[in-house]
């Protein structure tokens, strides 16, 4: 028997996911290390990049190809909707919170059948919007953390130890996440292969999304005509123009700004390189303060220790 497939991912969505998950990866492999680092472990991982401050860079470029992703998605999805007029499936709905519980109710056998999913059920809709909020925050915490000095000018200088905290408790909730609830759901529970051929049969489309498979069934939403994609496209295209021009200059002013800032406030030529190790000295402010015997000077007050190593360069 022939078997009838159906597009689930445009072939530019496929590889968007596996830029991301690269970045992911590789933004969790040199972070993590970053936030556990008086661990043996980290310090092998440091090692093998060479060194932390490779780990550090190899980070940001990481996060700077996650920020490109994320400006493609966001224009991606924008032309789907505002020119295709694809409905807003992802968008969350009552109907999920039912769908939540009549899950719940089915597994401890109180529901007489599992919920019919459309193209997105609860499961994909948690996952998205957890990565969206996920990563906007990572994305504004990040920046913080790495133009301290350019943030606290405005900001109070709390700021960036909550960054700092929120940006490692986020990590590890979003490392935990794709392990556990992606790598669960998509791989192991029924190992769904539309994320490398951008199709799922019409078997596999009735398992898991039969409100879906109904309605293109039924021809629904019908197509849009050529002539008022077109019609569409020739505005969205210079406005989107403008909108990734405005967020491509404003990523470039945060990965260059605090260069910029330290320059003109001390260059770190300027700075006293630091005489003693790194290792274990991780807390500079706990024997650097305006109280110790190793003062730093006034102007310091109000820096965080994430700052330090901007400036003051191991002697080495
Ligand atoms: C356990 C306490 C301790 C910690 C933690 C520590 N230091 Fe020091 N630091 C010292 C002492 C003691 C000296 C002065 C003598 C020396 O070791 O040569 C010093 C000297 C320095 C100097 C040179 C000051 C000068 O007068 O030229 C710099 C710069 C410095 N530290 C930066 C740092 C930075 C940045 C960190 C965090 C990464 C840090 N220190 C963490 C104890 C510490
Ligand atoms: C914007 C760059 C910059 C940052 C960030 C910075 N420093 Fe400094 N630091 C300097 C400069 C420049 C000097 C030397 C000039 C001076 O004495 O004001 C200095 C001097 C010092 C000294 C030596 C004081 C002395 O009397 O010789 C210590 C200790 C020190 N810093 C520790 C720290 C610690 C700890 C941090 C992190 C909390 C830090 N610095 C962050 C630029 C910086």
């Avoid at 190809?65 to 032309?79: A, N, P, R």
Wanted: aromatic share 14%; hydrophobic share 45%; proline share 6%.
């Amino acid at each position: 028997m022939e078997k009838r497939y159906y597009q689930r991912f445009h072939w530019t969505q496929i590889v968007e996911h596996w830029v991301m998950a690269l970045s992911f990866v590789t933004l969790a492999t040199t972070g993590l290390p970053q936030k556990f680092s008086d661990t043996t472990w980290a310090h092998a991982i440091a090692e093998f990049f060479g060194g932390v401050q490779m780990l550090r860079e190899i980070h940001h470029i990481a996060a700077i190809v996650l920020i490109l992703t994320s400006i493609v998605h966001f224009v991606g999805v924008g032309y789907r909707v505002l020119v295709l007029q694809t409905p807003l499936y992802m968008w969350m709905r009552w109907r999920d919170l039912r769908d939540l519980i009549q899950a719940i109710g089915y597994y401890l056998k109180l529901a007489p059948s599992y919920p019919r999913f459309e193209r997105y059920g609860f499961i994909e809709k948690l996952e998205y919007w957890a990565l969206i909020w996920g990563t906007v925050l990572m994305i504004v915490t990040g920046f913080i953390l790495w133009n301290p000095i350019w943030f606290t000018s405005f900001l109070p200088g709390e700021i960036v130890p909550a960054a700092k905290a929120a940006h490692g408790y986020e990590a590890v909730l979003a490392v935990l996440a794709i392990l556990t609830w992606h790598v669960y759901f998509v791989h192991f529970r029924h190992f769904n292969k539309s994320i490398f051929t951008g199709k799922l049969s019409e078997e596999e489309l009735r398992h898991e999304h039969p409100l879906e498979l109904e309605r293109l069934q039924r021809g629904e939403p019908p197509a849009p005509s050529a002539e008022s994609v077109a019609r569409r496209r020739r505005v969205f295209v210079p406005v989107a123009a403008l909108v990734v021009l405005f967020l491509l200059a404003g990523t470039f002013y945060m990965i260059t700004v605090e260069q910029t800032a330290i320059e003109t406030v001390a260059s770190p030529g300027r700075a006293p390189t630091i005489p003693h190790a790194l290792e274990l000295r991780g807390d500079c402010l706990a024997c650097h303060n305006l109280q110790t015997q190793w003062p730093f000077p006034i102007d310091h007050t109000g820096r965080g220790n994430e700052s330090c190593l901007s400036c003051h360069w191991p002697a080495k």
